[in-house]
Every structure is written in C-alpha cells, then in structure tokens.
C-alpha cells in the first residue's frame, strides 16, 4: 500500500503498553521504548484463531493502517516525517480528538516528551479522552514521573476496563521499579482478564511471568 493511501485514515486511540528494561536506566528513559500498536493485546503473543474468523470492521482497517505508518516511520528513524504529517492533519482539523492522539503517538515515538505533553494536554483541553489519558501516562513515565504515571494508568483501567494496555504498561512500570509484589499482582490481574475473555493462548505468556517473578521473590526472602 502507498503512504499517500495510509494519510487520509484515522488514528486508533489504543496504545502500546510501555515496557521497562530491567537495567539501571532512569525512569526518564522508560517511555523511550513506547510505540503504538495494531491491538491492545498485540503484547501478550498471537491472536487466538477467533480474532483471524471475525471479520475486520472499515474503522478497524483504517486505524490499524495509520499505525502501521507511525510504526514503519519510526523502524527508519523518520519520526519528524511523521510528527509532521499528524501537525498538518490536527491544524486542519482541530476538533479531532483522532488527531491528537496520533499526534502524541508520533511526538512519543520520537522520545519528545515535553512536545507529547502539550499535544495531550490540549486534546484534553477540547473533550475528556481516555486514549490520550493513556499517552499521559506514557509521557509522565518518559518525564521520570513513574508514580503519577501509574496512578494515570490506573485510572485509564478504570474509566476502560476493556484498555488492558495499561495494565500492562503499570505492571512493567513496577518491576522495573523492583516493585516485585506489587508487579506479581498486576500479572494476576491481567491474566484474570484474558482468562474471562477466552484469551487462553494470550494468558500463556503473562502466566509465565507471574512464575518467573514469584520465583524472584521466594528467592529475595530466602536472601
């Protein structure tokens, strides 16, 4: 498909959850590895076979393609090509809450937190918006903010339980923050809500986890 094709189409409101490498790297580098994604469950492995029999809505197309371009500018390190695009489609549509969303993507693929802030601040200034609530949060952990980042993604959770993306992002977020128990019950949760949802396949992952960190901690409190 043609880039030019992919700039008349809609952005998704639906974000990648941030994941934080475990290093000694700063919180003011966590949003850094933000990026948007085709689904909010994109994270937790492939899709189980109902998700390729049910049929994609017009929308659902239209905003899966606009990813893909923020994603493929940003895999050639062309962010400012699309920072660019997504100012000239806000400036020509200013009400579009859309347009802000993808706006902040873009600033946020770019590692620009100071501009994603202001992009997000002013789509919330037009209309409440949990989408960009979410960029908030992901901009609060690029600013080295981690706990005002947690409590925005857990109020995201809350306005959307369907927004599992930020859980996701909260529960990477507290083990990079060696935050273990409270990670280990974040993985609970998640895996609790792909299990009620017939996700079995998306659940493997995440329970692989939870072993993993109650591992770590049995190990920390025999230390």
């Avoid at 020509?92 to 993808?102: F, H, M, S």
Wanted: proline letters at 5%; a neutral charge.
């Amino acid at each position: 498909m043609r880039a030019t094709s992919m700039t008349t189409k809609p952005c998704s409101a639906r974000s990648r959850p941030v994941k934080f490498p475990r290093s000694n790297a700063s919180t003011a580098n966590f949003a850094s590895l933000s990026s948007p994604s085709r689904s909010r469950l994109s994270a937790t492995g492939p899709l189980p076979r109902t998700c390729f029999t049910t049929p994609l809505s017009a929308s659902a197309i239209r905003r899966t393609t606009r990813h893909q371009l923020i994603a493929a500018y940003a895999a050639l390190r062309q962010t400012q090509d699309a920072i660019d695009l997504y100012k000239q489609r806000l400036a020509a549509a200013p009400e579009d809450l859309a347009e802000y969303r993808c706006l902040a993507h873009a600033y946020l693929a770019a590692g620009e937190y100071e501009e994603a802030g202001r992009v997000v601040e002013a789509g919330l200034s037009v209309a409440p918006d949990v989408g960009l609530l979410e960029h908030k949060g992901s901009v609060l952990a690029g600013q080295g903010r981690p706990e005002e980042a947690l409590a925005t993604w857990q109020r995201v959770f809350e306005l959307d339980s369907e927004r599992i993306s930020a859980r996701y992002s909260r529960v990477f977020l507290l083990e990079r923050l060696g935050r273990l128990t409270d990670a280990a019950a974040e993985w609970e949760a998640i895996i609790a809500w792909l299990r009620e949802r017939g996700y079995d396949v998306q659940a493997q992952w995440p329970e692989r986890e939870l072993a993993r960190l109650r591992a770590e901690i049995a190990a920390h409190d025999e230390d």
